[in-house]
Each structure stands twice: as structure tokens, then as C-alpha cells.
Nanobody
């Protein structure tokens, strides 16, 4: 079992920045591909970004405008993943979740995650 705890959410004005953190415990963090998802009110949860086990490969959703504004990263020594969010927009308002999946290969994945955090609220005011 992997336990995931998100933090760093909050209320920010449009154009501002936040950095989300996902702290992992319970298993060897570097064995897990990690990802960020979000769910806005009344909408389905959607994929945002993913990072491979080593952190050497990343992937961002192409369905929403996050690439260039959001940066996913991880520190395997600290068992933590991050999502740096810049130039935030009101449409980025959502609960943000981190997820983990045990992987043999060192590639990012967009689905089939086994472990999830409880989420952290991000609210962007206009």
C-alpha cells in the first residue's frame, strides 16, 4: 500500500501561482509512476500531468491548457511529487488529486492508477 497526502492548495487570484505537493509513504517511492488529476464542480475527474518513476519523463494533458503553465516534478529522496501551477485561471478551480501506480518501466502513464490521495482544493478567483 502507498499512502498519498496532498497539500498546498488554497485561494489565489487569477494570474497567481501555487505549488501542490504530494507526500508518499508506505512503499519505495521511486517504484511508482505518479500523476495529478483534478475534478471541478459538476465535472468528471480529468488527467492533468504525469511523471515517470525516475522523473526523467513527463506528460501533460492536451485537452486543457496546462502545458507551459503547469510543471510536474518529483524528489525521490524526499518521497514527494510536486505540481507548480503558474498563470492560474478561474477555470483551474478544482480539487486536485495525486495518484500512484507501481511500474516496471520508466514511463509516465495517464490512467490505471491504483492509489489516490484525498485531494486538495484549488480556487482561483477572477
Amino acid at each position: 500500500q502507498v499512502q498519498l497526502v496532498e497539500s498546498g492548495g488554497g485561494l489565489v487570484q487569477a494570474g497567481g501561482s501555487l505549488r501542490l505537493s504530494c507526500a508518499a509513504s508506505g512503499r519505495t517511492f521511486s517504484n511508482y509512476a505518479m500523476g495529478w488529476f483534478r475534478q471541478a464542480p459538476g465535472k468528471e475527474r480529468e488527467f492533468v500531468a504525469a511523471i515517470s518513476r525516475s522523473g526523467g519523463s513527463t506528460y501533460y494533458t492536451d485537452s486543457v491548457d496546462v502545458e507551459g503553465r503547469f510543471t510536474i516534478s518529483r524528489d525521490n529522496a524526499e518521497n514527494t511529487m510536486y505540481l507548480q501551477m503558474n498563470s492560474l485561471k478561474p477555470e483551474d478551480t478544482a480539487v486536485y488529486y495525486c495518484a500512484a501506480d507501481w511500474m516496471v518501466s520508466d514511463v509516465p502513464i495517464v490512467d490505471h492508477y491504483d492509489y489516490w490521495g484525498q485531494g486538495t482544493q484549488v480556487t482561483v478567483s477572477s
